[in-house]
C-alpha cells in the first residue's frame, strides 16, 4: 500500500468535514420544525381558538340559563368573572388556560348587535390573518342569540 499524497489527504479530510457540518445542519433544522408544535400540546391554532369559543358559547348559554341577562355583559372578561362566580367554569382552570383571546395571541373581539325582538351577541377571532372579516374569510366565531322571549340559539362559524 502507498502512502497517501498529502493533498489529497487533505481534499478528503476537507470533503469529510463539510459533510458532516451538513448533517449537522440538518440535524438542526429539522429538530427546529419537530420543536415549533402547535398551540396546545399537538392541536392546530384553529382548532384550540374553536375549543376556546366552544367553551365561552356554552358559559353565555348557561348564564343565560340560570337567569342572568347577557345583554348586560360588555366584555369576554365579564363572561368569564360572571362564569367563575356561578360556577361555570373553575378559576384554576381559567388561571391555567386564558379563555380572552385566540390561540394566535390576540384578544377576542365582543360585540352586542340588537334587532327588532333579539339580541345577537358575538364572541369573534380574526383568524390566522388576523384581519377582522365580520365573521367571513377566516374568522372565527360564536354567536349566542337571545329573543325578547327569552329564547336562546347558538352558532358556531365559519
Not at 16 to 26: M, Y
Not at 66 to 74: A, E, F, I, N
Not at 108 to 136: H, K, M, Q, T
Amino acid at each position: 500500500m502507498t502512502k497517501p499524497d498529502g493533498k489529497l489527504a487533505i481534499a478528503v479530510s476537507t470533503i469529510l468535514w463539510v459533510c458532516l457540518a451538513l448533517l449537522v445542519i440538518s440535524a438542526v433544522v429539522s429538530s427546529a420544525r419537530f420543536l415549533r408544535k402547535p398551540a396546545s400540546g399537538g392541536r392546530s391554532r384553529k382548532s384550540e381558538t374553536c375549543s376556546r369559543l366552544r367553551i365561552l358559547g356554552k358559559c353565555l348559554v348557561q348564564y343565560h340559563r340560570r337567569g342572568h341577562d347577557l345583554k348586560k355583559l360588555r366584555s369576554v372578561s365579564e363572561l368569564l368573572w360572571a362564569a367563575q362566580e356561578e360556577e361555570l367554569i373553575l378559576r384554576d382552570t381559567y388561571l391555567e388556560k386564558t379563555y380572552e383571546g385566540d390561540a394566535w395571541h390576540r384578544p377576542f373581539r365582543w360585540s352586542v348587535f340588537r334587532g327588532a325582538g333579539y339580541a345577537d351577541i358575538w364572541i369573534c377571532s380574526d383568524g390566522a390573518n388576523g384581519i377582522p372579516e365580520g365573521g367571513l374569510g377566516d374568522d372565527i366565531y360564536v354567536r349566542v342569540r337571545v329573543t325578547d322571549s327569552g329564547e336562546l340559539t347558538e352558532e358556531f362559524g365559519p
